[in-house]
């Protein structure tokens, strides 16, 4: 992958760490780049300098509870490869595009992305993103207190304790919660063990 300029990834850490988190922080894009190199040794990646910078971009803009978090932060990668990367012949569209669906994470179909490779990134690369599901207990569990200590200032409790628990479920009903085989076949069985685990807790 190509390096940031310097200027580039300070402006990038400084946007993830503004407001603070929890758990939407620039290490949250390390475990997600570690998924993304898994894929990249086998079976690869299509495009993977356009899916490299979703992953640096995806979660730029983060307030617990906005709805357009997404949104402003795939204006903001198109701003900074605008910027920064004006001619490395980056996709800035494709990059906007991963990052924008990640808006709709537990809602995607495998089947809702083409059967070609530009599909095949797709899928894995809002798997990458979803990875921790389907983590060791120790770490969901430390996930799952983190994007609670994330809404604990924004949003009552009993709101965030029912609307993360309606999340999960829908998430465990689901009969893919990976829209990719590797994924699927690798975390799937973790990934629901790890859910109803959760639900039990917020009853």
Request: aromatic share 8%; charged share 30%; with cysteine.
């Amino acid at each position: 992958m190509p390096e940031l300029a310097p200027a580039q990834r300070a402006t990038l850490e400084a946007a993830y760490a503004d407001p603070p988190r929890a758990y939407h922080s620039f290490a949250h894009v390390g475990e997600v780049m570690r998924e993304m190199a898994g894929i990249l040794a086998a079976p690869g990646w299509h495009r993977p300098r356009e899916v490299w910078l979703a992953v640096l971009y995806h979660d730029a803009v983060y307030v617990p509870g906005a709805t357009d978090n997404e949104a402003r932060s795939a204006v903001l990668a198109r701003e900074a490869i605008a910027r920064w990367m004006p001619d490395a012949g980056i996709d800035a569209a494709r990059v906007a595009g991963l990052i924008e669906l990640t808006a709709r994470h537990g809602q995607h179909q495998p089947e809702d992305f083409p059967d070609d490779a530009d599909g095949d990134d797709t899928r894995r690369f809002l798997d990458c993103d979803m990875a921790i599901l389907g983590a060791p207990a120790a770490r969901f569990d430390a996930y799952d207190r983190a994007i609670a200590a994330e809404y604990r200032d924004r949003v009552p409790g009993w709101l965030y304790r029912m609307q993360r628990r309606r999340f999960l479920a829908a998430l465990l009903r689901r009969p893919r919660i990976y829209l990719s085989a590797e994924f699927h076949a690798r975390l799937d069985a973790a990934a629901r063990a790890n859910l109803r685990r959760a639900l039990v807790t917020k009853r």
